[in-house]
Structure formats: C-alpha cells, structure tokens
C-alpha cells in the first residue's frame, strides 16, 4: 500500500532553516508528482509546493512561500524534499506530503494519500 513517511520537522528561530524530506513506497514514484502541504489548527490544509513528474519538472508554490522554500525530488530514493529558508513564524503548520497529478494546463491535484505530517515550529 501506498506509504509515505516524513521527517525533518522540529523547532526553529525566525530566519532559520528547516529541509523536510518525504520517503515514499507502494507505488511507482517517480510516475506520480508530488508535494507539500501545511495546516494549522482550525485551517485547511494548504499547497505549500507540488513538483510535476517526468523529466522536466513543472513547479509551483504559494504565494507566501516563493523564494525562500524550493521543492526537488530524487526519483532514485523515491523522496521529495522542502528546503525552508527564512523561516517566520506564519511558516508554523503540521508539513504533509502527497502524491498527486501535475499536468500541463491544470492546478496540482492531490489525491488522498498523505503521509503522517511533520510539525514545523518557527518561534524565539
């Protein structure tokens, strides 16, 4: 079954630096894009980053979050990665990875396996 574990969360001082990383099994990774979603309780949950498949990947992120997050994957270790930088405290949130479709001409669409989350904690 689809399986996705993340890691790299914890607590971090404002302009700091956070690279979360997604370990996926249960299906064909590297045929699948993939992203990052954050929450906050009493919120629904946000596209942070999603990275298309193939060979040329198609990015995007939220608005709030260009320039200082980059998402990649490693197709090899079927893993997807989020380097924060600058972190602010709005950048607090649960981080959840997903598996989705990124077609050309269309939005991210997330599909309903999520990963367990990892907290992000940016405070002084």
């Known amino acids: 079954q689809v399986q996705l574990v993340e890691s790299g969360g914890g607590l971090v001082q404002p302009g700091g630096s956070l690279r979360l990383s997604c370990l996926a099994s249960?299906?064909?990774?590297?045929?699948?894009?993939m992203s990052w979603y954050r929450q906050v309780p009493g919120n629904e949950r946000e596209l942070v980053a999603a990275i298309s498949s193939g060979a040329a990947w198609r990015i995007t992120y939220a608005d709030s979050v260009k320039g200082r997050f980059t998402i990649s994957r490693d197709n090899g270790k079927n893993t997807v990665y989020l380097q924060m930088n600058s972190l602010n405290a709005g950048d607090t949130a649960v981080y959840y990875c997903?598996?989705?479709?990124?077609?050309?001409?269309?939005?991210?669409?997330?599909?309903?396996?999520w990963g367990q989350g990892t907290q992000v904690t940016v405070s002084s």
């Open positions: 249960g299906f064909t990774f590297g045929n699948f894009a």
């Open positions: 997903n598996k989705g479709t990124f077609y050309i001409g269309e939005d991210y669409r997330p599909t309903d396996s």
